[in-house]
């Protein structure tokens, strides 16, 4: 007897329906084809098990199971399920009253028929509602990830025998009731903790308002840190459609089971000893890295210098496209990677180069030796260098809150949505060409520092950029000489003083 059972593969992000074509027939082995990896040819003994376990018979026939397309690799033990299912209809020991052909099912199984939770429940319930399932089954703690999904019945198990009896109409599966999305965000800290640092905390708002990349340099112990954990205070919050895209990503995670919604901006804070794959992504099957799961939000690499040369060149091309491609010989898969990058540094291997009060003890060339750990290129693409200077601790100077902060990032990203749904970072040569047009004196004046400065046309599209978003705040229509003066004096790296050293 021939029955199918639908399932679900993860295909990077995103999910691709899979048929499960079972036949019993003359014979006496069991058969999984259609390009299974390990864990899914070991199935056979857990359902055996599960099978016995559970009343009733393992079929001593010929059993065939199909996963197609056979083409495409099936990863994991989420199989288990569906399969189990399909040998029990196809064999006639189920005779069901509910179609399981109308659902996606998923699941592993633990010998006891015990469901365990599965990677990537949301992509798997916007495939089942793009192809029109009736609902998706699967573990009871991946049903309020998938209940995210609008207009899909999702019904989470917590094993075996409560499947069945919901096919069979002998019991009945309670359906996850749809995932009102409640957008709070519950910050433990704030910038009117940061005391004195105004043109620092400018610099932050203009990076919030535009979402630019932005690196900050200073000695120990000035605050570097502080100010890039309160970052996402005066970021604005997230949309539907970005919570719903970034809690995608972290469901196919293998680093996070059955996520709960993100609600906030992430904020991912990698160690400098990280590798390139587990910055950018892959492996085997590829899995997204931390500038994916850094995605509408914010990636910190805290000591910039510290980290190895290779990690850092690989984030040149995802900080220009705003995805990683991971390319395999079977396949080829983007991952979103649309991340603020925030980065701090000392300005020395000592860290007291520039101090006003402390010598720098490095030897003669040790500076410029420190800062090339950096690449140009990689520099280049980071649109404001902020140099951080010490404060005393007894300043009485607590300044704005982030909330006051935030509305103003809000007006300026306002703007840019009507101007042309994106932040000004994300800005096309086209979109600069129309809507960063210069007076004569500005242009006077970013001449001037182009050939000062000996400035890249990737960073004079970059200035250009800031200096938009720097308008923007102040709600002006035009990008005027001030908005680009205050734009090149965050190219503190490409300074004569910091070249010479």
Request: neutral net charge; contains cysteine.
């Amino acid at each position: 007897m021939l029955t199918k059972i639908f399932g679900s593969a993860l295909h990077g992000v995103d999910a691709i329906t899979i048929t499960l074509e079972v036949n019993i027939g003359q014979g006496t082995k069991f058969h999984i084809i259609g390009l299974p990896d390990n864990a899914v040819r070991e199935s056979a003994f857990r359902i055996e098990t599960v099978i016995k376990n559970s009343g009733y018979r393992m079929p001593r026939l010929r059993t065939v199971v199909n996963m197609a397309p056979a083409d495409i690799r099936k990863a994991g033990a989420a199989y288990d399920l569906p399969i189990t299912i399909g040998i029990l209809v196809a064999s006639g020991q189920l005779d069901c009253i509910l179609p399981p052909e109308q659902f996606i099912i998923m699941g592993e199984l633990s010998l006891d028929g015990t469901l365990r939770p599965i990677r990537g429940a949301l992509p798997m319930a916007l495939q089942a509602k793009r192809e029109g399932f009736r609902g998706i089954i699967v573990p009871r703690q991946n049903a309020r990830e998938a209940a995210m999904v609008d207009g899909l019945d999702v019904y989470g198990a917590g094993c075996l025998q409560e499947v069945l009896g919901m096919l069979l109409g002998t019991g009945e599966l309670k359906k996850e009731p749809p995932v009102t999305f409640t957008l709070s965000e519950n910050f433990t800290v704030d910038f009117a903790e940061v005391k004195g640092q105004s043109m620092i905390k400018r610099a932050m708002e203009i990076a919030a308002a535009g979402g630019h990349n932005i690196i900050l340099i200073g000695p120990p112990g000035v605050g570097k840190t502080m100010l890039a954990q309160r970052l996402p205070t005066i970021l604005p919050p997230l949309s539907l459609d970005e919570a719903l895209e970034t809690t995608k990503i972290h469901s196919v995670s293998t680093r996070q089971e059955a996520p709960q919604v993100i609600s906030g901006r992430p904020f991912r804070t990698p160690h400098h000893t990280i590798s390139d794959v587990a910055l950018v992504g892959g492996g085997s099957p590829p899995q997204p890295g931390e500038i994916s799961l850094a995605h509408n939000g914010v990636l910190f690499l805290d000591e910039l210098p510290e980290y190895k040369r290779s990690v850092l060149e690989v984030l040149r091309q995802p900080m220009e496209e705003r995805k990683v491609t991971i390319s395999r010989a079977r396949t080829t898969l983007d991952f979103p990677a649309g991340f603020m990058l925030v980065a701090s540094m000392n300005p020395c291997p000592c860290g007291y180069y520039n101090h006003p009060d402390k010598d720098c003890t490095c030897m003669p060339g040790a500076v410029q030796k420190y800062l090339n750990r950096i690449s140009g290129p990689l520099l280049d693409r980071i649109d404001l260098h902020v140099e951080v200077t010490p404060v005393s601790p007894m300043l009485d100077d607590t300044g704005e809150s982030s909330a006051v902060i935030r509305q103003r990032v809000l007006a300026a990203r306002q703007l840019q949505m009507q101007r042309f749904h994106h932040a000004n970072v994300a800005m096309n040569v086209r979109e600069i060409r129309q809507f960063c047009r210069l007076p004569a004196d500005a242009i006077r004046l970013l001449e001037s520092a182009m050939q000062r400065l000996q400035l890249s046309a990737r960073a004079y599209d970059r200035i250009l950029k800031v200096a938009r978003t720097i308008a923007d705040l102040a709600g002006e229509e035009h990008i005027r000489a001030p908005h680009i003066a205050e734009a090149i004096q965050y190219r503190t790296l490409d300074r004569q003083r910091w070249t010479t050293l």
